[in-house]
């Protein structure tokens, strides 16, 4: 739709800064804002970049970006969420995997998105009803229904942040029962990844809106399920995400969600018997 080309010559227009950028990383202007959280020159004139066409094409709109906050239209329906560089560590360190974000908000809900690998030329994206697409392939979540012969992904919280010690623990527990887990840095391609069946399922904590609003809507429009960790609706802006198809959604709640993290208080009589695992 007109929609969809705005974002992806937007993402197209940043991703050849990027790329130029990428090939000299050692000339980059290098801030901490903190832990585990850089920001660079090549950032800041992405973010910039698309803003700019995004604000050209559509000048009422509002924002949400990484780098430079929010900045709210005279149209108030409609607002793009835009991380410029999801994978900023992997960028400085010369590992060629990571993206640009568009998602675009309407009344609230994520409507549209796109997420840019500049390296891989793979551009991901979706529209509601649409469906999700590769380039021009058509995308779908993973058929697999056997954990153990599963491939999740995840993030670590960087010590100190909330969530890092229940993080350990979930990650022992999904090892130790699936074929394995992968820490890609890049949240907005796991759940590319994921909606692309690469991944069976996505898990993270200690997210924030532009690392999923694109991704969101593309595992949705593969057929798979989207909630945050305790299974509810808050994971654009909650900060926790689990993504994966329905089968493996629930094993990964029970895995990582909140009856795993918090096994309570002693368990009243006659509740023993269902919950026995
Ligand atoms: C980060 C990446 C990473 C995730 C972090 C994010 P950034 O985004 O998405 O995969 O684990 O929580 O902050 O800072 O590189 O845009
Ligand atoms: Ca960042
Ligand atoms: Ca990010
Ligand atoms: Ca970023």
Known sequence: SANINVMVSAAQKAARGLVRDF??????????????????????????????????????????????????????????????????????HGIPHFAISIGLERDGEIVAGVVLNPITDELYWAEKGQGAFMNDRRLRVSARRDVSASLFATGIPYKGKPGHAPFLRQMAKVMAVSAGIRRMGVASLDLAFTAAGRFEGFWETGLHPWDVAAGIILVREAGGTVTDLKGGTEFLAGGTILAANASMHRA?????????????????????????T
């Open 23 to 92: 090939g000299e990383v050692e000339q980059l202007q290098v801030s901490v804002k903190g832990p585990g959280d850089f920001v660079s020159n090549a950032d800041m004139k992405a973010e910039r970049t698309i803003k700019a066409e995004l604000k050209r094409a559509r000048p009422e709109w509002g924002f949400l970006m990484e780098e430079s906050g929010t900045d709210a239209g005279r149209d108030t329906r409609h607002r793009w969420i835009v991380d410029p560089l999801d994978g900023t560590s992997n960028f400085l």
């Open 252 to 276: 990964l709640l029970d895995l990582v969600g909140p009856e795993a993290q918090h096994p309570g208080p002693a368990q009243t009589a006659g509740t023993d018997a269902a919950s026995g």
